[in-house]
């Protein structure tokens, strides 16, 4: 009698452990899945965001001189760069497990270009607007300005300065 007592524990214990490690083998292979399932949305939202942004440039560069718009844009993940020098809008994505599209090459999505390279055991994706035919403005200046990532939107005016040089001017400014 006392032992199949033993032998049932044995028999619970031994069941416990096969199960945890059966868990275990599962999330081992689910986890990486899932991450890259989480970076490839971020990515997709990134691209989404900034065709936003474009948008409201386009916008603004249709209805002529003086129109305004306003944007809020939330950074969940990266950093955003507007480049006034360069006539470029641009958000860095940093960490991303596996490459979003093939190395080294700019892939258009709409006006969007996403380029992924490789870090030392991860990768970033830089996504971005280019404005060869704008003379694009960081509040009237040719500057570059750096936005970090937070729960809270940033919110952006837009205006058409109108025409500068044979460019349109387009400002954009931080409200707030």
């Known amino acids: 009698m006392a032992n199949k007592k033993g032998q049932i524990w044995i ?47 386009r916008e603004v560069l249709e209805r002529g001189e003086g129109n305004i718009r306003a944007v809020d844009f939330t950074i969940k993940k990266g950093e955003l760069y507007v480049d006034a020098q ?6 860095i994505l940093e960490e991303i497990g596996k490459p979003y ?11 969007v270009r996403v380029r992924t390279e490789k870090k030392q055991k991860s990768y970033y994706v830089n ?33 058409n300065e109108g025409n500068d040089g044979g460019k349109t001017e387009i400002n954009v400014e931080e409200q707030g």
């Not at 292979?29 to 691209?47: C, G, H, L, W, Y």
């Open 11 to 57: 028999e619970a214990v031994l069941y416990t452990l096969i199960g945890l490690a059966l868990i275990g083998i599962a999330l081992a292979f689910i986890t990486p899945k899932m991450n890259e399932s989480k970076d490839r949305a971020v990515v997709e939202q990134t691209i989404e965001s900034l065709d936003t942004f474009d948008f409201k440039i």
């Open 86 to 91: 360069g006539d470029r809008i641009s958000i």
């Open 101 to 111: 599209s093939q190395e080294g090459v700019d892939v258009p999505v709409g006006n």
């Open 127 to 159: 996504v971005s607007l280019s404005y060869d035919n704008l003379d694009l403005k960081y509040d009237g200046e040719d500057i570059e300005r750096k936005f970090t990532s937070g729960s809270l939107p940033y919110k952006f005016s837009i205006s």
